[in-house]
């Protein structure tokens, strides 16, 4: 069922003299199964559009339907938002900042208990939520989230929100304040969760390469206004006009671009590193006469050990991770907690 908002508008301070318009007649639809990333300068509106998905602000003009749900102006029927909050998960960008609990286990139960959950329903979902964000449940459940790494952390404040399972999962910059290797884990997370746990993700995150890695639509907002609505693979024609926005556009698009003004025309769609790769190798290929298998180069923005593989290895590589249950790595194991509890 799509996610609908028609005609939507909301101004902080209105009539005041520090009125600010911050979203003006937005229309859009949000359909299941998407991978919506959303993209805009600070103060565009992004933000404030996301709270009224999860019924943090209440629409001063226009609606939205989400689910069985209608969010108006009128202040009758009174909506359920604890229907709303457990179908629309929202995290905020520093979500670890937002951990009260002093153990693991209780912070994560918060959502369930106020869901009116039976205890060993809570408990269930609580196991099977830690787990999920690729943490070793009897290792974490009874430390305090204090404790933990800032990538830890996060995930632990992920699982609280996933633990109320969901349909539509809101991320509000997941990687901000991370290093490479925890930006990649909670890239991972966020696609595994996906198939296992919400299957509608929207994420706003001002790293375009990032977004791109797994949306198939972006939404540009642009001083209150949605300015461009499209599938990934085709919103980057837009490049010259998204940097006068002051939006970054992907490297690859950059590289792209950047050979085109120089008469090497690669083609369209190339938005990703993995992308540009085929392009590269399929122009060698015409240019020699060459067959090198196009898919032969595996790339990872994150991964510093890369290497051009056979195809055999290539093949070998993706039936272990095909047969791997899930892509996460579990990451605490309770000989490291003892150690991370000495440091």
């Not at 999860?54 to 604890?82: A, C, H, M, S, Y």
């Not at 918060?110 to 329903?121: A, I, R, T, V």
């Not at 809570?122 to 964000?133: L, N, S, T």
């Not at 800032?150 to 304040?177: C, F, N, S, Y």
Request: proline share 5%; hydrophobic share 35%.
């Amino acid at each position: 069922m799509p996610i609908t908002i028609r005609h939507l508008s909301f101004t902080y301070s209105a009539g005041t003299p520090y009125e600010k318009k911050a979203l003006e007649n937005i229309n859009l639809q949000i359909n299941e199964g998407d991978f919506l990333g959303i993209i805009g300068h600070t103060g565009s509106g992004k933000s404030t559009f996301i709270q009224h998905i999860n019924g943090l602000i209440k629409p001063q003009t226009g609606e939205i339907e989400i689910f069985d749900l209608k969010l108006t102006p009128e202040k009758r029927p009174k909506v359920n938002l604890k229907a709303l909050r457990s179908s629309v998960g929202m995290v905020f960008q520093y979500p670890e900042y937002q951990l009260f609990a002093d153990t693991v286990a209780k912070d994560v139960a918060f959502g369930p208990k106020n869901l009116g959950l039976p205890s060993e329903e809570v408990e269930k979902r609580v196991k099977q939520a830690i787990e999920m964000v690729g943490l070793d449940y009897e290792a974490v459940k009874d430390r305090a989230p204090f404790e933990l790494s800032g990538g830890q952390k996060r995930r632990v404040a992920i699982a609280g929100i996933i633990a109320m399972q969901p349909k539509m999962l809101i991320l509000d910059e997941p990687t901000a304040g991370l290093d490479p290797f925890g930006k990649e884990q909670i890239l991972n997370l966020i696609k595994y969760l996906k198939t296992h746990c919400s299957p509608t993700i929207v994420v706003i995150s001002h790293d375009i390469d990032e977004i791109t890695r797994f949306a198939n639509r972006i939404v540009v907002f642009n001083d209150s206004h949605i300015v461009y609505d499209e599938p990934m693979q085709q919103l980057f024609k837009h490049s010259r006009q998204l940097q006068k926005m002051g939006l970054d556009i992907p490297r690859a698009v950059k590289v792209v671009n950047s050979l085109r003004a120089r008469g090497v025309d690669l083609g369209e769609d190339i938005v990703t590193a993995e992308d540009l790769i085929k392009a590269v190798v399929a122009r060698y290929n015409e240019v020699h006469s060459t067959s090198l298998d196009e898919n032969a180069g595996v790339f990872d923005m994150y991964d510093f050990s890369q290497k051009w593989l056979t195809t055999e290895e290539r093949q070998m590589m993706e039936e272990q991770s095909s047969s791997e249950e899930a892509p996460i790595d579990k990451s605490i194991k309770s000989s490291e907690v003892s150690e991370d509890s000495k440091k």
